[in-house]
């Protein structure tokens, strides 16, 4: 083991799918695995295989086409996640066990307070249960065992060591230690990390020490930090930092930090930089999930000198105020600009060194079918531009409803001298595509996007709330595509939703049905 190289164990499609609205069809989890793969991440955590169906089909697709495709690039470890329970173990050794580099993330809690109220067992039956579980794992021929103890900052110093001490006498291979509430403090975490280290000999050497931090006080990557500092030699993390409430450490954030005060921290990581950005640029196309504009590393601002005084020292020496080269996250102004005139070679080659892949054959070239019909109408296509053509292909749900046409009118409103009422018609196709139209027309709306989600409301039957409506220009000029991202709130669960178009009201309608396609057919 190299402690000077720390691993990076990915959880998007784990933790970060967890969080409302980043439910994943099991063709987006795929893209976003080979994303991951490609930037150079160590172990993917690709679910939850026993929660459910859905859960388990996406794990065991990841695991099972990673491998098919591992004698082309070199892959990383798939995880799948069990609680303490011989069935959940099951579940992850079948969704994976196609794959070389299979392994399982087996957790229990053991702060007082989760094993008291959650588990209603006492700390001797979680040890127990600890023993049994880990050696049944090893039984059915996990090489690889992470164990997590659930809520360990929040828990009795010496019952952590005496849990994993067991977990490790009987074959856990990585010791996790998440902050699960985003609680611990960086000093505290950090000592916390460094005590382990002491009272533990084989996280010199042999058993790999892991944090997973939340970021409920905004310390997530603070406190994945200071673990480094103190002796862990694995971090958990997500693409934008998404995850359960306040989310996870970021990815980018912790990488960067690293590579930025590697004066004082002496660590690497095999985290390609050059693909950060692409990156992240798919799982928002991909989610409809936007990180606030300000988010370290990949928000839309942290490039953006707005200050009299900021510019000017920019222009004199850009270090006075940008610690980070935007080229090296793969922001660049690397602007080879596509148009009608590029072929397929130039589309792939563009596309490649964004890190977007699209497989099989048939869907690259209904990528390509979708570029040049763009570029018929656009006489520049970006490469935010391409990151939304790649949205349309994966986010497409067969099943689902997609809209065949539609037309906004005017009407006066006979009741008011002043009023405009806004209708709206539209034609939905469900299913194969060629299957059945479904006409609907709404009589009025607050606007011509109201008038549109009403008429699908009616065919559909699904009545959402509108919680979040954005509308941005994919690029530059006034021929750009509009892409609206969106949320609805259906039964108390958030589906997001995008759709681009040139026209703004139809981008509105497919992002409304995306969302509306993931409540009916996409199931967590
Ligand atoms: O936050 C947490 O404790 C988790 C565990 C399953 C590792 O996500
Ligand atoms: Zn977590």
Request: aromatic fraction near 6%.
């Amino acid at each position: 083991m190299d402690t000077n190289k720390i691993r990076i164990f990915d959880t998007t499609l784990r933790d970060g799918e967890q969080s409302p609205g980043a439910a994943m069809t099991a063709e987006q989890k795929l893209q976003i695995a080979r994303a991951l793969r490609d930037l150079g991440v160590d172990v993917i955590e690709a679910g939850f295989p026993i929660s459910s169906k859905i859960q388990f089909d996406g794990v065991k697709e990841i695991a099972d086409v990673l491998q098919k495709e591992s004698n082309q690039k070199e892959s990383p470890y798939i995880v799948a996640l069990a609680r303490c329970v011989e069935k959940d173990i099951d579940a992850a050794y079948d969704a994976t066990k196609n794959n070389d580099k299979k392994a399982v993330h087996i957790f229990i809690a053991t702060s007082p307070i989760h094993m008291e109220y959650k588990l209603k067992k006492t700390p001797e039956e979680v040890l127990a249960t600890v023993k049994k579980m880990i050696s049944y794992a090893k039984n059915k021929g996990f090489e690889h065992i992470e164990f997590s103890a659930e809520d360990a900052s929040r828990s009795e110093f010496d019952f952590l060591v005496e849990v994993f001490r067991t977990a490790i006498d009987n074959g856990a291979t990585t010791i996790n230690v998440p902050d699960t509430v985003g609680y611990a403090i960086p000093h505290e975490y950090g000592e916390l990390i460094g005590k382990l280290k002491k009272a533990i000999p084989e996280f010199n050497d042999k058993v790999y020490l892991s944090v997973h931090c939340h970021n409920d006080l905004g310390l997530a990557n603070a406190n994945a930090i200071s673990a480094v500092v103190n002796g862990a030699t694995q971090v958990e993390v997500t693409i934008n930092g998404i995850g359960e409430r306040a989310g996870n450490t970021a990815l980018e954030e912790f990488v960067m930090s690293l590579d930025t005060r590697k004066d004082l921290i002496n660590k690497t990581t095999n985290i390609n930089k050059k693909l950060l950005y692409p990156t992240s640029k798919q799982l928002i196309h991909l989610t409809g999930l936007v990180p606030a504009r300000n988010k370290p590393i990949i928000g839309e601002n942290v490039f953006i000198h707005e200050s009299g005084i900021h510019q000017d020292g920019m222009i004199k020496n850009r270090q006075t105020y940008e610690i980070i080269n935007p080229e090296m996250i793969g922001r660049d102004s690397d602007t080879l600009v596509l148009g009608r005139h590029s072929g397929m070679n130039g589309f792939k080659t563009r596309l490649e060194k964004l890190g977007i892949k699209i497989e099989p054959k048939e869907k690259l070239e209904e990528a390509f079918q979708k570029f040049s019909e763009l570029a018929d109408t656009k006489k520049e296509v970006y490469d935010d531009d391409l990151f939304v053509i790649l949205g349309d292909i994966v986010n497409d749900i067969p099943e689902g409803y997609s809209l065949k046409y539609h037309s906004i009118f005017s009407e006066k409103d006979f009741t008011s001298t002043e009023k405009v009422n806004q209708s709206a018609r539209v034609e939905l196709i469900k299913g194969n595509k060629k299957g059945n139209v479904y006409e609907a027309a709404s009589s009025s709306g607050d606007g011509p996007v109201d008038a549109i989600f009403k008429a699908i409301t009616k065919i559909t039957k699904v009545e959402p709330v509108l919680k979040e409506y954005i509308v941005q220009a994919v690029s530059s000029g006034t021929d750009a595509q509009g892409e609206v991202k969106l949320s609805l709130e259906i039964k108390g669960e958030v589906y997001n939703g995008r759709g681009s178009s040139t026209d703004v009201i139809e981008a509105s309608a497919k992002a409304y049905l995306n969302a509306i396609n993931k409540h009916l057919f996409v199931k967590k």
